[in-house]
């Protein structure tokens, strides 16, 4: 049986030798490069829409920036 997502969890990944925090909620995901507030998100309803969909969320959070 699955532990049910109910609090926010943060990790740090390393990526291409940059620190970022990955935070995963109830709501999807987010990928923020180490202390900044703006990021990647990525919605639960984008992930499980298919793979059309996840390209136009990331697009779309670049976006923003």
């Known amino acids: 049986m ?3 997502l ?3 969890l ?6 291409k030798g ?4 990955l935070t995963i909620d ?3 995901l987010k990928l923020t490069e180490k ?8 919605t639960w309803e984008d992930l ?3 793979d059309a ?9 670049l976006g923003e920036k």
Do not use: F, M, W, Y
């Open 2 to 4: 699955a532990t049910k």
């Open 6 to 8: 109910d609090k926010v």
């Open 10 to 15: 943060k990790r740090e990944v390393d990526v």
């Open 18 to 21: 940059r620190a970022h925090t």
């Open 26 to 28: 109830q709501s999807g």
């Open 35 to 42: 202390g900044r507030r703006k990021g990647i998100e990525l």
């Open 48 to 50: 499980v829409d298919g």
């Open 53 to 61: 969909a996840i390209p136009t969320a990331l697009n779309a959070s």
